[in-house]
């Protein structure tokens, strides 16, 4: 349920924005008839949009796996300053406060897309475990991450793997995991090592939900190695 109230989030926020930025550029060409027009066949779609992002978004929060972020808070308290900010800026021609409202907008994309107040991702380690459990540092190349994993995924357990990887990870993920579609990580430049995609496939993280109860042990630590696999 929570991977269809996220793009149920998602849809509502594209069509938000573009109903937005549709009136805005209407605004800063100095169309106000054609603002007005618009503003009023639009007027119910602003508060149904409005309030669907308001649930949707307030449920998604609501089940996030673990304590909130604090790029994910701040998002949020943007998200619902912008909205009131460039409606009224909207409805009273105002330039000003329509691109403030715009730049949140920006702004606020950027963070979700790199999950960083910055809006540049934090690189981290990448964490190694040895044979015998101990917990390192291990070394960014892929060519020395590589060829362990294949060479504990083999014939017809790698294609189950790839099986299982695409019925419940590549609608987010992607086929090659760098496709991110509703902030989904991307599996190309993610940090976590082999046990850290363990926990997180069984159990979830933020906005993904936990495997645990649909795969077995075994099922998940292949799926661990094969999501290990796709670093560049």
């Not at 849809?11 to 009136?23: A, N, Y």
């Amino acid at each position: 349920m929570t991977t269809a109230f996220l793009h149920i989030h998602v849809l509502v926020v594209v069509l938000f924005l573009i109903l937005f930025l549709i009136k805005a550029f209407q605004l800063f060409l100095n169309k106000h008839n054609s603002l007005n027009r618009t503003r009023s066949s639009t007027k119910m779609l602003d508060i149904v949009l409005g309030s669907l992002m308001l649930v949707s978004g307030g449920f998604l929060a609501f089940n996030y796996n673990g304590p909130l972020p604090t790029w994910l808070l701040v998002k949020v308290l943007l998200v619902l300053g912008a909205i009131p900010l460039s409606i009224v800026g909207i409805k009273r021609h105002s330039k000003l406060l329509t691109a403030v409202g715009v730049l949140i907008f920006l702004y606020v994309y950027g963070v979700a897309e790199t999950k960083s107040l910055k809006m540049r991702p934090d690189k981290g380690e990448a964490v190694a475990v040895s044979p015998a459990g101990e917990v390192g540092t291990a070394s960014p190349d892929p060519e020395k991450a590589s060829h362990p994993i294949l060479a504990q995924l083999e014939g017809t357990q790698l294609e189950n793997t790839k099986a299982i990887y695409t019925a419940l990870c590549a609608n987010c993920h992607g086929e090659d995991g760098q496709k991110g579609t509703g902030g989904a990580v991307n599996l190309q430049k993610s940090t976590l090592g082999v046990d850290g995609c363990r926990e997180v496939i069984a159990n979830g993280r933020g906005l993904m939900p936990g495997f645990g109860s649909q795969l077995s042990e075994q099922e998940i630590e292949a799926l661990a190695l094969y999501s290990t696999m796709l670093k560049k």
